[in-house]
């Protein structure tokens, strides 16, 4: 990550997501694969949704940075879009 930057909050690009699940494999408390086949993040609310997401708003927030990171990274497509909390994006 860019300058070891916290990741504030997190995008799936639904355009680009095959549905790969490797995010689910890293990340499984974090992501899942909707009825489309296309990563969502699982939230506080209840909601499933591909974002924007805040960090704090995830069902688990104590994820750590580097799970998510290794979640993005591993995406093939690199759907997985992270930014800090100033809206830079520190990721892909």
Same mark, same amino acid.
């Given at each position: =990550?860019?300058?070891?930057?916290?990741?504030? +909050?997190?995008?799936? /690009?639904?355009?680009?997501?095959?549905?790969?699940?490797?995010?689910?494999?890293?990340?499984?408390?974090?992501?899942? *694969?909707?009825?489309?086949? +296309?990563?969502? =993040?699982? *939230? +506080?609310?209840?909601?499933? /949704?591909?974002?924007?997401?805040? +960090?704090?708003? *995830?069902?688990?927030? %104590?994820? %750590?940075?580097?799970?998510? *990171?290794?979640?993005?990274?591993?995406?093939?497509?690199?759907?997985?879009?992270?930014?800090?909390?100033?809206?830079?994006?520190?990721?892909?």
């Amino acid at each position: =990550m860019a300058e070891n930057k916290k990741i504030a +909050k997190i995008v799936v /690009n639904r355009d680009l997501c095959i549905g790969a699940a490797s995010c689910i494999t890293i990340a499984g408390e974090v992501f899942e *694969l909707d009825g489309e086949n +296309k990563a969502v =993040m699982l *939230l +506080k609310s209840g909601q499933r /949704n591909s974002g924007p997401a805040l +960090k704090n708003d *995830l069902v688990n927030e %104590s994820v %750590s940075d580097e799970t998510i *990171l290794s979640a993005a990274q591993s995406c093939p497509t690199k759907a997985i879009l992270l930014y800090d909390d100033e809206g830079n994006q520190i990721y892909p």
